[in-house]
């Protein structure tokens, strides 16, 4: 069975966005300066990887720009994702 994921989405009022992988369910807590939302990957959720998820949801033109940001998530980094929405 896979293990589900958790991409925590963070929307600023400045119109920036940024996402994280987290491997277990992060504690949100919110902000008044973004929005934040928390999407489930994997099996059963809507989104069975985060592939599935980058190229059903996000505005991605290259195979190369969707493996490089997958890359970074999978890595744990903070990604700055606002110019895919």
């Known amino acids: 069975m896979k293990k589900v994921t958790y991409l925590e989405q963070r929307f600023f009022d400045n119109g920036t966005a940024q996402a994280k992988l987290h491997s277990t369910k992060p504690k949100i807590e919110q902000n008044q300066n973004c929005d934040i939302?928390?999407?489930?990957?994997?099996?059963?959720?809507?989104?069975?990887?985060?592939?599935?998820?980058?190229?059903?949801?996000?505005?991605i033109e290259t195979r190369e720009e969707i493996e490089s940001l997958i890359e970074k998530l999978q890595a744990g980094e903070w990604v700055d994702f606002g110019q895919y929405c």
């Open 37 to 59: 939302y928390l999407e489930s990957i994997g099996k059963g959720q809507p989104h069975e990887t985060l592939e599935a998820y980058v190229t059903e949801e996000l505005c």
